[in-house]
């Protein structure tokens, strides 16, 4: 059974920083593409940052470039999302996913809010 767990998000002041994590079980995580999508409230899923299987290219949201970084270990079958200079339109549900071309799996979901 595959399950994708994050972790790391809550509360933060603007400008502050939080650092995202998803753990993967019940695949071969390293045969998978990982992405970040949030949800912020009222508004539909967008995606923030990709990271190939190998690590060794991502890509971004124009509104998060230069403040958040995606990175990922193999090794430890986790992909992170460094956000840092948050600001309060980051506010959102964060979502991790597994992505190959037969598949895709969904994590649950972690909070972020950006409020003074």
């Known amino acids: 059974q595959v399950q994708l767990v994050e972790s790391g998000g809550g509360l933060v002041q603007p400008g502050g920083s939080l650092r995202l994590s998803c753990a993967a079980s019940?695949?071969?995580?390293?045969?998978?593409?990982m992405n970040w999508h949030r949800q912020p409230p009222g508004k539909g899923r967008e995606l923030v940052a990709a990271i190939t299987r190998a690590g060794d290219s991502s890509i971004y949201a124009d509104s998060v470039k230069g403040r958040f970084t995606i990175s990922r270990d193999n090794a430890d079958n986790t992909v992170y999302l460094q956000m840092n200079n948050l600001k309060p339109e980051d506010t959102a549900v964060y979502f991790c996913q597994a992505v190959t071309g037969q598949a895709n799996y969904w994590g649950q979901g972690t909070q972020v809010t950006v409020s003074s």
């Open positions: 019940g695949l071969t995580f390293s045969r998978y593409a």
